[in-house]
């Protein structure tokens, strides 16, 4: 082969390559083109949208585990949760160190009923990520509905506040007033709806109305507890 055709031959190799990098690197940017746009519907509650979104950039870039979460996420908005699940069965494949995925999928199992499988995703969620308030709030509150178990529940939202960004998230105490009104630890769960209460700030008179009622509850079974002693 002379030395001119290895010239030509090394010259249209750059080439190729070249236009591979030029592909890819276009294929990545239109990725998070779509990605942020898929955010921005998600928060504003255009599920639909952002579902069309996300799905796009994964067919870009089908490597960006935090792409399946968001567009999990939104499935789990729409309430396919099954979608939900496989989608966080990806993100976890390509990130399998994020307790945030497992949280995720957890919460998507949980509405499916799949209570064990739930459990054991927020275990691991929070083994992973011992500061992820969401998943001992997930935690507590699948252990106070289906496993009755309303002091390691009370335990959960405990850590959740401790945990959580802002700790003036009224549904936090809330769920851990109703643990302890089973756990009969009525003073507690009073200052718990008081706070719950006095957070609730948002004009969501339907949960006002509900932690009124318990408070209105926990204050007469505590009279009736120091009547009976």
Not at 55 to 63: D, V
Not at 104 to 119: D, F, H, T, V, W
């Amino acid at each position: 082969m002379s030395i001119n055709r290895m010239k030509r031959l090394f010259l249209n190799l750059m080439a190729v390559t070249a236009c591979l990098d030029s592909v890819t690197c276009f294929a990545q940017t239109n990725a998070e083109s779509f990605y942020y746009a898929g955010c921005s519907a998600f928060n504003a509650g255009n599920y639909n949208a952002a579902l069309t979104n996300f799905t796009s950039s994964i067919e870009l870039n089908p490597r960006m585990p935090i792409t399946y979460c968001m567009r999990g996420r939104t499935k789990w908005w729409l309430k396919d949760y099954s979608g939900a699940i496989t989608d966080y069965d990806q993100s976890i494949a390509l990130d399998p160190k994020c307790g945030g995925y497992y949280c995720n999928r957890g919460q998507a199992k949980y509405s499916l009923k799949m209570i064990p499988e739930a459990l054991a995703d927020f275990n691991k969620a929070i083994k992973l990520d011992p500061v992820n308030a969401q998943a001992y709030f997930n935690r507590g509150h699948l252990k106070t509905l289906c496993l009755t178990n309303y002091t390691e529940a009370v335990a959960d939202f405990t850590k959740a506040i401790e945990m959580h960004s802002d700790p003036q998230e009224e549904d936090i105490y809330c769920w851990r007033g109703n643990a302890r009104m089973e756990l009969k630890d009525y003073i507690g769960a009073i200052a718990d709806y008081e706070k719950a209460l006095a957070l609730n700030t948002n004009t969501d008179w339907g949960n006002a109305f509900y932690i009124k009622t318990n408070l209105v509850l926990a204050r007469k079974l505590l009279g009736e507890s120091k009547k009976d002693n």
